[in-house]
């Protein structure tokens, strides 16, 4: 015999030897006992043997039936198992984070792949924004904010201690001479950041620079914009050192002078109550800051 039977009646088959009902295995089915008894008889007549022995209150399987039911049973088992492992959706926890958006860029996001390798199950929906003071977004779980720390939330996480440097082109240092001064250098052209205006002053007064203000200033909204703005040619900033780096190492900002001035600000991770205690906000809380 070379043709296989037909699924349908291996299915009815399978269903009757476990419940050793044709009853039984026609409610499994959504099927009615007659449709059950049909297909099977169907299966007898293709295999040329009985599988059943019909009582007068029940079926019980034939020794032929009894090893023919083992590896189909085992068959249907293997095609649920692979499946169920190659098609079936996998359930994904879901973490909606909102960040600023030059952390968000420059700190947070090259991160990403490494949680993601680590939490494969937990799927991210990052947005940014330039200005964030409160959780205002019921589908916000974790809010990442810039400031003192002083917001009405309960759960507020630190995630950074901010320190200040000078950066600028390289050719825009280059252009004051061999004997760099800062105060040349402060008071050409100034980029600052909205919200930050008052760090050259800070810089000037930690480190008794006393420098004046500057000939001409843009002023940005986020850090992001300033060090694009710096790659354009257009004076120097004080920037933090964290949002710097990429552009320092690889060559495209340079920071000329040996000064770093604490920020008082720092990022801070919020969260919500409503999703402070759930598995997957601890991951990524635990991850960020500690690296776990």
């Known amino acids: 015999m070379s043709k296989l039977p037909h699924v349908t009646w291996l299915r009815a ?3 009757a030897a476990r419940h050793s ?3 039984g295995a026609a409610d499994e089915l959504n099927l009615t006992p007659a449709a ?26 034939t020794d032929r039936g009894q090893a023919y039911a083992l590896p189909i049973r085992k068959a249907f088992t293997e095609m649920q198992d692979a499946t169920a492992g190659l098609f079936a959706r996998r359930t994904k926890r879901h973490l ?4 600023s ?12 792949a490494e949680f993601s390798t680590r939490h494969p199950d937990i799927e991210l929906h990052v947005t940014t924004a330039v200005w964030s003071d409160r959780l205002d977004d019921p589908n ?12 009405s939330e309960p759960h507020i996480w630190q995630l950074s201690q901010e320190t200040g440097v000078v950066v600028c082109r390289a050719d825009h240092a280059a252009k004051f001479g061999p004997k760099l001064d800062i105060s040349k250098v402060a008071m050409d052209r100034r980029v600052l950041v909205m919200g930050s205006e008052v760090e ?15 000939d001409h200033t843009i002023t940005a909204d986020s850090s992001l914009m300033a060090l694009q703005i710096l790659l354009g040619g257009s004076g120097a ?14 060559g495209l900002l340079v920071s000329p002078f040996d000064y770093h001035l604490p920020i008082r600000e720092a990022y801070y991770m919020i969260v919500g109550n409503d999703a402070v205690n759930r598995s997957e906000v601890t991951a990524f809380r635990d991850w960020l800051i500690n690296g776990v």
């Open 237 to 250: 900033a004080i920037l933090h050192e964290s949002f710097a780096r990429p552009y320092l190492d690889q």
């Open 140 to 151: 916000i779980d974790i809010d990442i904010r810039y400031g003192t720390g002083n917001w």
């Open 101 to 112: 958006v030059t952390y968000g860029a420059l700190v947070l996001a090259p991160r990403l």
């Open 21 to 23: 009902s044709f009853s």
């Open 96 to 99: 909606h984070i909102r960040t």
């Open 13 to 15: 088959f399978e269903a």
């Open 200 to 214: 050259w002053q800070r810089l000037s007064t930690q480190y008794s620079l006393e420098l004046g203000s500057a």
């Open 36 to 61: 059950v008894s049909q297909h099977i008889r169907l299966l007898e007549k293709h295999l040329g043997d009985d599988l059943f022995k019909r009582l007068p209150h029940g079926v019980t399987l």
